[in-house]
């Protein structure tokens, strides 16, 4: 994550809003309600356990009442069994249904607002951080709000509902109980703090030790070249040692709770007994009672610690609400007005019958862009281009030539100025419009996970294996696809990474030209690929996209000499424009450009002949 500041998130206090938006998120909210219903039914089941035993013996076993009742008791003690098998089954049943539908709903808002958002927001968001946004920290958050929340609420029905019975059962007794309670909880709470602090410092170096093993693998050849063994070795001793530093530290305050509950239950229950027991035998409280006592001291104190380390959790869980939902408030940078979504509906819901049909004319009026706040790549820039021209970027590296493009694709939108397509502005057509129109070849091109055809085919969804084979036979791509065992089923792996570049530039020029897009775009779609393959696709762009207007950015130049108009970008504005033969005559940077890199051409053309022969 070099580079990318992530935001401190908040967990020491409770923020209400952010829950409710949270919850508000969720579809389904019916569900919270029967589990809510269920929940109740499970505590007051479990609840009146006790008050059974007390009727046993203060009823049963000191022959208050007759034996042959027993039976009917039996009978009831079973019912209630049932019932809270029932309630706790419906219960745990409903609580993962929550957990399921609340990632379902989470991850597919999240999903959405992926598909919109901007190239912008990747530029700055390591996609390590969206992955753990999206899988991590929704699956925490789905199993806190899932079972903490139920499991809160659970314990402090359990708790109220225990209360109350012994508040009926003796006020004096329930006293010395319930001051117990808060210092019992408050010293749970903070070791659970502290207990959850040292996770997180464990959680935090694991993940560096967890990048250190990623980078030293990754770049275990950069690593041996520039002899960073001893370093990276140092740095892995010192984090594992702090690691197993904080691990102790949280074993040691986990390993208190259970002398805590259990000494805490001793005092209570020992008071109780004294107490309790005296008034036993002064024929105030029943025996039964004093046992049921016990049984809720037991029971109350053992549900503190759950309690505590559930809202731990759902402390810790909202920083993993707050990273969930700054995802989803990110403001989309480019969207369309709603008149245009009205008109032309959304990408996942176009209105393709409103689409008007295009030419492919392009005109840049007085656009600035810039990247970052005043640094301009462009500025004042002005270009016309008529439908069917062919149009070359050339220049230096860094001079602005895939910003032109991003601009032109609506990755990017002008600062000020327009840009207009048909002479109409294409903030006024929809981003599904103009893409739908486009067909381009990125400087680094995608593939993705699947076959050679499948990833053609995204060209166009409903593409023949037949119309696939005559596209990459019109490039040439056929020659090596019908060399791999699979041809056209062959797999390209993650990324395409199964293929060399030249491959993958072939496959998504391929994938471009399928969907016969009235405006294409090449930038630096020839690069890896070999002089005699680039003549081909030459050949191609030529012939096939005659009737399309073609941006190209290339830097070898022998690709771009029949080009309609040749502009060359220096720092963000036109230097020079025209045919290949005018540059050429103006004697300035083309003819420089151009002359310097025949000769090299030339000179690597005639070293390859020497080797070969
Ligand atoms: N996403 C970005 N964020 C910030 N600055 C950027 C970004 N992309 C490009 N730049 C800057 O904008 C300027 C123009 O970049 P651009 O990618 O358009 O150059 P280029 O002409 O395509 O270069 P190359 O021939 O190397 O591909 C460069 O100074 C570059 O550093
Ligand atoms: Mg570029």
């Known amino acids: 994550m070099s580079g990318y500041q992530e935001k401190e998130y908040n967990t020491s206090s409770l923020n209400i809003a952010l829950w409710k938006k949270i919850f508000g998120l969720m579809k389904n909210s019916k569900i919270f309600i029967i589990t809510s219903i269920f929940l109740v039914m499970n505590a007051v089941g479990e609840a009146v356990f006790p008050i059974f035993y007390k009727f046993a013996i203060d009823s049963f076993a000191s022959g208050k009442v007759s034996l042959e009742y027993l039976p009917y008791f039996i009978v009831l003690i079973s019912l209630n069994i049932i019932f809270v098998c029932f309630a706790c089954y419906m219960f745990f049943y409903m609580a993962g249904k929550i957990e399921m539908s609340f990632s379902y709903d989470i991850r597919k808002i999240c999903f959405e607002k992926l598909q919109n958002l901007s190239f912008a927001y990747y530029d700055v968001t390591p996609s390590g951080w969206i992955v753990a946004r999206v899988s991590n920290d929704v699956a925490r958050l789905a199993e806190i709000v899932s079972w903490a929340f139920v499991d809160v609420i659970f314990g402090f029905i359990s708790m109220i509902f225990m209360l109350v019975i012994m508040i009926m059962a003796n006020l004096r007794l329930a006293l010395m109980i319930i001051i117990l309670m808060p210092i019992l909880?408050?010293?749970?709470?903070?070791?659970?703090?502290?207990?959850?602090?040292?996770?997180?410092?464990?959680r935090s170096i694991?993940?560096?030790?967890?990048?250190?093993?990623?980078?030293?693998?990754?770049?275990?050849?950069?690593?041996?070249?520039?002899?960073?063994?001893?370093?990276?070795?140092?740095?892995?001793?010192?984090?594992?040692?702090?690691?197993?530093?904080?691990?102790?530290?949280?074993?040691?305050?986990?390993?208190?709770?259970?002398?805590?509950?259990?000494?805490?239950?001793?005092?209570?229950?020992?008071?109780?007994?004294?107490?309790?027991?005296?008034?036993?035998?002064?024929?105030?409280?029943?025996?039964?009672?004093?046992?049921?006592f016990v049984q809720y001291v037991t029971t109350l104190f053992s549900t503190m610690r759950p309690i505590a380390a559930d809202i731990c959790d759902l402390q810790m869980a909202?920083?993993?609400?707050?990273?969930?939902?700054?995802?989803?408030?990110?403001?989309?940078?480019?969207?369309?007005?709603?008149?245009?979504?009205?008109?032309?509906g959304t990408k996942l819901a176009p209105k393709i019958s409103n689409y008007e049909n295009i030419q492919g004319d392009v005109n840049f009026v007085n656009v600035d862009f810039a990247y970052l706040p005043q640094q301009y790549v462009l500025q004042d820039f002005n270009l016309d281009v008529k439908h069917g021209e062919m149009i070359a970027l050339v220049g230096e590296t860094g001079s602005g030539k895939s910003t032109i493009i991003n601009l032109l694709c609506r990755f990017y939108e002008p600062v000020n100025g327009q840009i207009l397509i048909d002479g109409v502005d294409y903030k006024k057509r929809s981003l599904g419009w103009l893409h739908s129109n486009i067909g381009y070849v990125l400087q680094s091109p995608h593939l993705f996970s699947g076959s050679i055809a499948d990833n053609i085919r995204y060209g166009k969804l409903d593409a023949t294996l037949d119309e696939i084979k005559e596209v990459c036979k019109l490039i040439k791509a056929d020659e090596f696809i019908e060399q791999?065992?699979?041809?056209?089923?062959?797999?390209?792996?993650?990324?395409?990474?199964?293929?060399?570049?030249?491959?993958?530039?072939?496959?998504?020029?391929?994938?471009?030209?399928?969907?016969?897009?009235?405006?294409?775009?090449?930038?630096?779609?020839?690069?890896?690929?070999?002089?005699?393959?680039?003549?081909?696709?030459?050949?191609?762009?030529?012939?096939?996209?005659?009737?399309?207007?073609?941006?190209?950015?290339?830097?070898?130049?022998?690709?771009?000499?029949?080009?309609?108009?040749?502009?060359?970008?220096?720092n963000g504005k036109i230097q020079e424009m025209g045919r290949h033969d005018e540059l050429m005559a103006l004697k300035g940077y083309y003819h420089h450009l151009y002359t310097n890199q025949f000769s090299d051409e030339t000179l690597d053309e005639a070293l390859m002949d020497l080797t070969i022969n």
Request: aromatic share 10%.
């Open 206 to 292: 694991n993940s560096k030790i967890v990048h250190g093993f990623n980078e030293g693998i990754t770049g275990a050849k950069t690593t041996k070249t520039l002899r960073l063994e001893k370093d990276n070795y140092d740095n892995f001793k010192q984090e594992t040692s702090n690691m197993y530093n904080s691990s102790v530290k949280r074993g040691m305050v986990a390993s208190l709770f259970n002398p805590l509950i259990f000494g805490f239950s001793g005092i209570a229950s020992s008071l109780l007994l004294y107490f309790g027991g005296n008034m036993v035998l002064g024929e105030t409280l029943e025996f039964g009672t004093l046992l049921m």
């Open 185 to 202: 909880f408050a010293i749970t709470y903070y070791l659970q703090n502290r207990v959850l602090f040292h996770s997180r410092k464990v």
């Open 318 to 344: 909202q920083a993993s609400g707050e990273r969930v939902i700054g995802l989803i408030d990110t403001p989309l940078k480019i969207v369309d007005d709603p008149e245009v979504i009205e008109r032309y």
């Open 484 to 570: 791999l065992p699979d041809k056209y089923d062959s797999q390209v792996g993650e990324g395409g990474n199964l293929l060399s570049t030249g491959q993958k530039q072939m496959l998504s020029f391929a994938r471009a030209l399928i969907k016969a897009p009235k405006i294409f775009v090449l930038d630096e779609a020839t690069a890896s690929i070999d002089t005699q393959t680039e003549k081909v696709i030459q050949y191609a762009i030529d012939h096939v996209m005659k009737n399309h207007t073609t941006f190209i950015v290339a830097h070898r130049l022998s690709t771009i000499v029949n080009a309609d108009k040749i502009l060359v970008i220096k």
